[in-house]
């Protein structure tokens, strides 16, 4: 069975220390390609399900 991706995790080498030798799957940002197209990416998710949510708390309430 193939598991779902369930978090993208920004962290620190203190980190990743923390976590010790279980973590398996980190990449340093220096070496993953796209990585500015991926933070913009997420940013522009993140403002979306921001404007959703809003929008719905807004249209909950009654309020415009």
């Known amino acids: 069975m193939q598991e779902r991706i ?7 080498q203190q980190d990743l220390n923390l976590l010790g ?4 799957r980190a990449w340093p940002v220096e070496e993953v390609p796209a990585f500015n ?16 949510a809003g929008s719905t708390a ?6 415009s």
């Open 21 to 24: 030798p279980t973590f398996e």
């Open 37 to 52: 197209e991926l933070l913009r990416a997420i940013d522009e998710a993140d403002r979306k399900l921001e404007g959703v």
């Open 6 to 12: 369930v978090a993208v995790g920004l962290l620190t």
């Open 58 to 63: 807004v249209n909950e309430t009654g309020m």
